[in-house]
């Protein structure tokens, strides 16, 4: 295979990666929403996730007490 064919299919290829549509959810109110929530996700998600997965933890041992320390454990020796 010559250089140049290899180099057209190469450029061929990147072409059709990059013709992925964006994200659309057929109803115009959902696809706003959809954007407008996960913009700040995609550019940086540390600043949401750590603190959202804190406070869920802290929740939950607050509503099921012990019981969920139980449950990690028990999970914790299953894996």
Wanted: no cysteine; net charge positive.
């Amino acid at each position: 295979m010559s250089q140049s064919s290899y180099l057209k299919k190469l450029d061929l290829e990147l072409e059709r990666i990059f013709e992925l549509q964006p994200n659309n959810l057929h109803v115009p109110a959902l696809t706003y929403m959809y954007k407008k929530l996960t913009r700040p996700l995609k550019s940086l998600p540390i600043v949401y996730i750590v603190p959202l997965s804190i406070g869920s933890a802290i929740f939950m041992y607050l509503v099921f007490g012990p019981m969920v320390v139980r449950l990690v454990s028990l999970l914790q020796y299953g894996f």
